[in-house]
């Protein structure tokens, strides 16, 4: 039961903190968002991801800006959500969205690759049997 109540806090965390991000802050950088929200048993620290869409440099300011405006940013969640206490804001950047883009890319380059075309002994094993009255083609064999 207890992780289940830590799974909808940081449900709440994350979506209230994705709306202050939006209305309170300007960043520099193309995107901001906040990935994940991960809130200690005790409910006193807060673990906020981070991603941002953009070069290294501005990725490094937005997470400048945020640990600058944390204590204003903390009271205004404390004004938005009601628990005992609020939690401290650790922000952190998360490099997912960076890491996925590099597998995805890594994947395309396998698929360009040239095709290599079938030797002329399982073209062979795909031909039909002469006299065969079999409107399908053979199924090729696993070897």
Same mark, same amino acid.
């Given at each position: 039961?207890?992780?289940? %109540? /830590?799974?909808?806090?940081?449900?709440?965390?994350?979506?209230? $903190?994705?709306?202050?991000?939006?209305?309170?802050?300007? $960043?520099? @950088?193309?995107?901001? =968002?906040?990935? !994940?929200?991960?809130?200690?048993?005790?409910?006193?620290? @807060? !673990?906020?991801?981070?991603?941002?869409?953009? =070069?290294? @440099?501005? +990725?490094?300011?937005?997470?400048?800006? /945020?640990?600058? %405006?944390?204590?204003?940013?903390?009271?205004? /969640?404390?004004? %938005?959500?009601?628990?005992?206490?609020?939690?401290?804001?650790?922000?952190?950047?998360? +490099?997912?969205?960076?890491?996925? =883009?590099?597998?995805?890319?890594?994947?395309?380059?396998?698929?360009?690759?040239?095709?290599?075309?079938?030797?002329?002994?399982?073209?062979? +094993?795909?031909?039909?049997?002469?006299?065969?009255?079999? @409107?399908?083609?053979? %199924?090729?064999?696993?070897?």
């Amino acid at each position: 039961m207890a992780n289940h %109540r /830590l799974e909808r806090i940081n449900e709440v965390l994350k979506r209230e $903190f994705g709306d202050i991000l939006r209305r309170e802050m300007t $960043f520099d @950088a193309q995107l901001v =968002t906040v990935q !994940h929200v991960d809130v200690t048993p005790d409910l006193r620290n @807060a !673990h906020v991801y981070v991603s941002v869409i953009g =070069t290294d @440099a501005q +990725s490094h300011k937005v997470l400048s800006q /945020l640990n600058t %405006r944390r204590p204003y940013l903390q009271f205004v /969640l404390s004004r %938005r959500i009601t628990i005992k206490h609020t939690p401290t804001i650790h922000f952190k950047l998360d +490099s997912g969205i960076v890491r996925g =883009t590099h597998i995805i890319n890594l994947m395309d380059e396998l698929n360009l690759l040239p095709a290599v075309e079938p030797s002329p002994e399982e073209q062979a +094993s795909v031909e039909p049997v002469p006299g065969s009255e079999s @409107a399908h083609p053979p %199924r090729r064999r696993n070897r």
